[in-house]
């Protein structure tokens, strides 16, 4: 899922590497994969995921997905 296909409200605090780590999350990618496909270290991308779980107030990555398809059918 593009991360076009979300609120902008969602995803305007995220930086752009957070923006491109969540969209590989939004792709089913985890936290090695991501940082394989990146050239980051797996802390790096697990900074990255923390932060936007934050940012997106939520403690997971279910959660987070969870939020996501709520307000996408709003």
Do not use: D, W
Not at 49 to 66: D, E, M, P, T
């Amino acid at each position: 899922m593009p991360l076009s296909y979300l609120n902008q409200n969602q995803i305007k605090f995220l930086t752009p590497k957070e923006k491109v780590v969540l969209e590989k999350i939004l792709q089913g990618g985890t936290n090695k994969t991501i940082a394989r496909e990146l050239n980051l270290s797996p802390e790096t991308v697990k900074s990255h995921v923390k932060n936007i779980l934050h940012k997106c107030n939520v403690s997971s990555r279910v959660q987070l997905l969870s939020k996501i398809v709520q307000e996408m059918n709003q």
